[in-house]
């Protein structure tokens, strides 16, 4: 285990919805004093503040020196805007030989490796005598750790998140420390070893994201069909979840579909987004993905009627609306932007 992850400097970049509980989580597992974070938005670091965590005053301050940099960014747009930089002045560059970026961000796989490359190719090892961002040291390597979380904001707190984990072995293990802090079993915490790729744990939860927005749309179909044969559905969801079909989003969120809950705890533009990735996968690879593209299609609708909105289940409220009975109300309150 290295005593630089172990011991040394953990910057969180994001504190957010996700990131705010991360950076909580770390500080009550780390040394005193390890764990620094830094978010370009004014509201968030005071949050951060007020929740007793230390805030640097820069992006740059919070990078420069650290042993392991925690990326917990919106998407994979923040992500590469972030390794390529401004005017390629990154300041990634202020890391230093020997660190370990572990992104936490549900990023494109492809975005993943570009960035573990430019991390392994040419890279700084220290910093320059005044540290800025640009400055080229020692050339050194960087290695990068692709964890995308499941859990939520409660996982995230409690230690209780499911991390999919794609690097190779050495960096892993540098970063293990974290990985079993936010995924403790105690907890009810997972670390799932996708493959020593740093894109690998990345593509890992996105087929686990589109099989979930698939099953939530099948799901609410077979709801429907049942509904407009007569049969109770609160009753149908129980009958279902204890068949052969049972599952997570049954046993978990069937009622939830029924009464019409949105479930807002993720946008449904990043929804769209995550389910576009993948077909881009499928694509590069020649793979037929006809159910991918339809369970994109129904978001992409979903998105375009509800606006980037957040709520998992809204592809949920679409179809209801659509295959409602003629004069059979649909929910008071399934308005666009609800």
């Known amino acids: 285990m290295s005593e630089r992850a172990a011991g040394g400097r953990i910057a969180v970049l994001g504190l957010g919805r996700m990131g705010l509980p991360v950076a909580g989580r770390l500080a009550s597992r780390m040394p005193p004093g390890a764990v620094t974070g830094f978010d370009p938005l004014a509201e968030r670091r005071a949050a951060a503040s007020a929740a007793g965590l230390a805030v640097a005053a820069s992006a740059e301050a ?15 747009a923040e992500v590469e805007a972030l390794v390529a930089g401004a005017e390629g002045a990154s300041i990634l560059n202020l890391l230093e030989a020997g660190a370990t970026v572990l992104d936490l961000t549900s990023t494109d796989p492809r975005v993943a490796e570009r960035a ?11 910093a320059g005598s005044e540290g800025r961002a640009g400055d080229v040291g020692p050339s050194g390597r960087v290695g990068w750790v692709g964890a995308p979380m499941g859990g939520g904001v409660a996982g995230a707190a409690s230690g209780g998140l499911t991390l999919f984990v794609g690097g190779a072995a050495d960096d892993v293990g540098r970063v293990r420390p974290l990985l079993d802090a936010l995924a403790d079993p105690v ?4 670390v799932e070893l996708a493959g020593a790729g740093p894109g690998d744990g990345c593509t890992a939860k996105l087929l686990v994201n589109t099989l979930w927005f698939g099953q939530v749309a099948a799901v609410a179909e077979a709801l429907q069909i049942g509904r407009d044969r007569g049969l109770d559905r609160s009753r149908l969801v129980g009958l279902l979840a204890r068949s052969a079909a049972g599952g997570a989003v049954l046993e978990g969120y069937g009622q939830a579909i029924v009464d019409d809950e949105p479930l807002a ?18 694509a590069d690879a020649g793979t037929d993905a006809r159910i991918a593209e339809l369970v994109a299609r129904l978001h992409r609708e979903a998105l375009a009627e509800f606006g980037p909105v957040d709520g998992e289940l809204l592809v949920a409220r679409l179809i209801a609306r659509r295959t409602a009975r003629p004069g059979s109300p649909t929910p008071d309150h399934a308005t666009r932007g609800d």
Request: hydrophobic fraction near 50%; glycine fraction near 16%; avoid cysteine.
């Open 265 to 282: 705890v993720f946008g449904l533009d990043r929804v769209v987004e995550e389910l576009e990735i993948v077909r881009g996968l499928a």
């Open 187 to 190: 907890a009810g915490g997972r």
């Open 62 to 76: 919070a990078v420069r020196g650290a042993d392991v940099l925690v990326l917990v960014l919106p998407g994979s």
């Open 116 to 126: 573990a490359r430019a991390m392994a190719i040419g890279r700084p090892g220290r």
